[in-house]
Structure formats: C-alpha cells, structure tokens
C-alpha cells in the first residue's frame, strides 16, 4: 500500500511539472549591453574594461610597447543573453581610424540594437623610477575630536626611538620601480628596490619606553629587492617581500588631505599612503604611546621623483 502511494505521488508530481509553462516562453530579450571586453592579438590589457551602460561607452586601458599595433585589434566581447555584436568577435578592427575609437552595434534577442563606442586609452606605467624618501609621517592617536589626534613626522620626535637605526636613517633612502609585466588580472607588476643611501643603514622602529619592536608596523617597503604590483582597480601598490609578507597603499600625487578635526596632510611631490590599524586606549590618550604604539591611524612615506 505504502509502495502504491509512492508511485500515485510520483506521478501527480511529473503531471504537475510536465504541465507548468514556462513564465518566458515566448519572451524575447531587449538588453543590448556589452558587459566585458578582452583584447587579444598580443596585446597588453590593464584590467578589465570599464562599462558607461548610460553612455553605451566602453574603455580599455592597454599598454603602450614597442610594436603595439592598434589597426587590428581583435577582441572578444561578451554582451547580453542571446545578444549578437557586430563586427564579431574574432573580426580585426581598425581603432586607430578614429582616435583609438570603434562603433560596435549590438543586437538584442528581439531585434532592437544599440550602438556602442569602444575607446582604447594608451596606458603608461607612471610608477616607474627612482624617487627620493623626503619624510615619514604618522597620522595616529585615540578620540581625535577630542584632541588625540596629531600628524607627527618621525623625525622630530627622536627621542621616542631607541637604537642607532632611528626613523631618520631612512630618509637619504631610494626606492626603485622596475617594470617587469602584467598579472594575469591585469595588474602592472615588477621589482623594487629599497636602497640604504649613503650611510648604508635602514630604520629598525625600536620604540623607547616601553621597549617594543615596532618594525613590522612602519617597515611596509620591504630592504632590499622586492616585488610591487599596482592595482589600477583599487588604485594601490602592493609590495611583496622575498618572505611572501604583503603590504598595500595607496601611490598619490600632489595633494591635500583632511583628516578631520583641524587636521591634515600636504603632499608637495609623491607619497605612499598606508592604513594602520590599532586599537583606542583612552588611558593614554594625548601620549605619544598612544599615537605611536596602541592607534597609529595612516602612515606617509613621502617621495620625489630624481630626474
């Protein structure tokens, strides 16, 4: 008996399926969009491509090499679902017929069509160089809006370091970019070098009282050679020491920077700006304990490019 019931619900159940109609039968799809462009024919792209849907604009940043060849770009182009593009994937296109600009039409499922502008933007590596440590600076302390806050330059506080190697050791330091490729998610990588300078010594951020080794907190360019890779999604700079141990920031120009509270940082030249993490310590509010060791906030390594 049970055995028949199981069968009897087990048909019902197939009747029902077999007789549910699909909402979208019959349904054709408007969406015309382009939705990911990859470049091929030995060209170097810069990550992905980015989609303007409301100007039916694509860019594509590609790095600019000797013997790169923008008259026949072959790309494939993923648009929507049962859409079809023209000129098709696979077909060489001329950009630089058009100040390195292609119209692409895209048809949709139901026939209606949308033409999009694909623009490829010449990419140049601007990290590259050798730059000149001018300052380090710290942007640290708990309950900044009551006070705690303080951007300090390490340099004027010497007597919060212990040691021969103190904070200032680093500051007739170069630091080298070299160019070495692109990840395979279109991340511009290469070598860098930490060099000494004349006096052959890096800062060991040994903090005086109480006695702390403070080196794996401000030392975020690794001694020595190492590895950087830029991320132009997310607009930082990775260095990759020869441990595996990885620190990001942010690669800035010239600029001004409100920290709130009264507070800001001036970059004449170049900067590297790095995010610290910490914890508050009401305790030791106002002390430079508290701004060095327990809530170091932001960290500067500003630079100059040599000529």
């Not at 600029?255 to 900067?271: C, F, Q, Y």
């Amino acid at each position: 008996m049970k055995q028949l019931s199981l069968y009897i619900s087990l048909l019902l159940i197939l009747c029902c399926s077999a007789c549910t109609k699909d909402p979208f039968d019959g349904v054709s799809s408007n969406e015309r969009s382009i939705e990911a462009i990859t470049l091929g024919g030995g060209l170097v792209q810069i990550g992905p491509a980015a989609i303007n849907r409301t100007d039916a604009k694509a860019t594509v940043k590609v790095l600019v090499q000797a013997g790169t060849d923008l008259s026949k770009v072959v790309a494939q182009i993923q648009t929507s679902y049962k859409a079809a593009i023209s000129p098709a994937n696979g077909v060489p296109v001329n950009f630089t017929a058009n100040n390195n600009e292609a119209t692409f039409t895209v048809t949709s499922e139901s026939g209606s069509t949308r033409e999009w502008t694909v623009e490829i933007i010449p990419f140049t590596e601007t990290l590259l160089g050798t730059y000149s440590i001018q300052a380090l600076v710290l942007y640290g302390g708990t309950g900044p809006e009551y006070g705690g806050g303080g951007v300090i330059n390490l340099k004027d506080k010497p007597w919060v370091w212990t040691g021969a190697n103190t904070p200032d050791k680093e500051l007739d330091n170069t630091i080298t970019f070299e160019f070495g490729g692109v990840t395979a998610d279109g991340k511009t990588t290469g070598k860098v070098t930490n060099n000494a300078g004349p006096d052959g010594a890096y800062a060991s951020f040994l903090y005086n009282n109480p006695a702390m080794d403070l080196n794996n907190v401000y030392r975020l360019v690794p001694t020595g050679e190492s590895t950087w890779e830029r991320d132009y999604v997310n607009n930082t700079v990775t260095f990759i020491s020869k441990e595996g141990k990885r620190t990001s920031g942010a690669f800035l120009g010239a600029t001004s920077i409100d920290l709130g509270n009264g507070l800001n940082k001036t970059i004449t030249d170049n900067s590297l700006d790095f995010t610290l993490s910490g914890t508050d310590d009401w305790g030791n509010i106002y002390s430079d304990l508290d701004k060095f060791v327990k809530r170091p906030r932001r960290f500067w390594i500003d630079l100059k490019k040599n000529q």
